[in-house]
């Protein structure tokens, strides 16, 4: 056996478990802010991530993000992980190579369920698990792999995301945005959320969870792992303060709504700079984080596409300001790395070549998966106009989120 650093060991342990249990708090999120004919079909879609992308990452998913490619290592990894060969336990590392292989799955688990909230109340189910397996492969692990792998070319290049900005929310949204633009616009979209405590619960567990995803993302239980864990909670509160201000301004009404989706762009916003930054920058990026993407939410409907969720609002946008943040509030004392207002602009082009390169890969990529199933016979994006009036819990499912005495 190795001999790993037990604490390590421990945090990282619940850290992968906090990061899986985002997943089911993002299925309530998502799913409360449907019409309630919808709330299975929509929940369902960030669960079946859960079983996809688990068997997905073990058998090549994995590999293809962290193996060596050689030649191409600079784009993607190799097969020779593949079924984790060759990864053992006793590896000499703080923590199991195994427990970083399970931390890592729950990142590839949760960002394609990001993008599920932009196609809600249209897309079709079985196409659906069809395009997780080849988006995992061709888009999510790719990324993955030059962002943290060492060798990927965004690593090398010096490109910050301590938790995921680009890797999990810049990758989702810009995906979300094209798959929306896809499938085109629902018949019936819901004029507001059937179930605002479903919201609620789904944004406190996602709040919980992403303590582990950011403050975990270190591999130690270190001191930037209580940094990372005190500037995500500072995020988060800025962020959910400032868009309820924000609707409170428009509106003169506090939107809880608005609140909770707040805390989820502060959330993100954070997730690049958490390991870099401090309380002071991690409070700006969440003021931003309530600012810049309320607005984008706002004028969405004007754009001509129908992001339902708004995942490229939230997560898109979001990830984009704490991706370029991140270039701005680096403190080289908390992560190694000085940022824009220390005196290192260069850092700034390495945060900007992230975001560009994620931007266009993702967009295009997915724009030619979705294409290329919606030819397929038997496949297509979109259920029939029928299952979206009858709603997709019936319709794609045979259940009802809601039966008064279980008879009916």
Known sequence: MGEFNSGDTAWMLMSTAMVLFMTPGLAFFYGGLVRGRNAISTISLSFVSM???????????YSLAFGDGGDLNAFVGDLSYIGLSGIGINDGGNIPDLLFVAFQMMFAIIT??????????????????????????????????????EGGWLFDMGALDFAGGTVVHINAGVAALVAAVLVGRRRRPALEP?????????????????????AGSGLAANGQGANALLVTNTAAAAAALTWGI??????????????????????????????????MGALVLGIGAGIIPYFFVLYRPRMG?????????????????????????????????????????????????????????????????????????GLGLREPESAEDEGLDLAAHGERAYVADGAD
Not at 194 to 207: D, E, F, K, S, T
Not at 329 to 345: D, H, S
Request: charge should be negative; include cysteine.
């Open 112 to 149: 394609p369920a990001l993008i599920t909230g932009a196609i809600v109340e249209r897309f079709k189910f079985t196409t659906y698990i069809i395009f997780l397996v080849l988006w995992l492969t061709l888009v999510y692990a790719p990324i993955c792999h030059w962002v943290w792998a």
């Open 305 to 377: 596409f129908d992001d339902a969720l708004d995942v490229f609002g939230v997560h898109g946008v979001a990830g984009i300001w704490g991706a370029l943040g991140t270039g701005v509030f680096a403190v080289e004392a908390i992560g190694g790395t000085a940022g824009l207002l220390e005196g290192n602009p260069e850092q700034m082009g390495a945060q900007i070549a992230g975001v560009a390169a994620t931007l266009i890969y993702s967009g295009v990529a997915t724009f030619i998966i979705l294409k290329v199933l919606d030819l397929i016979p």
């Open 246 to 279: 924000m609707s409170y301004v428009q509106t003169k009404r506090v939107s809880t709504v608005g609140i909770a989706t707040g805390a989820v762009a502060g959330l993100v916003a954070i997730t690049p700079a958490a390991g870099f930054v401090n309380v």
């Open 51 to 61: 079983a996809v992308a688990s068997l997905v990452w073990v058998l090549w998913g």
């Open 194 to 214: 059937h179930n605002v405590p479903y919201v609620v619960l789904g944004a406190g567990i996602l709040w919980f969870g992403w303590f582990g995803f950011n």
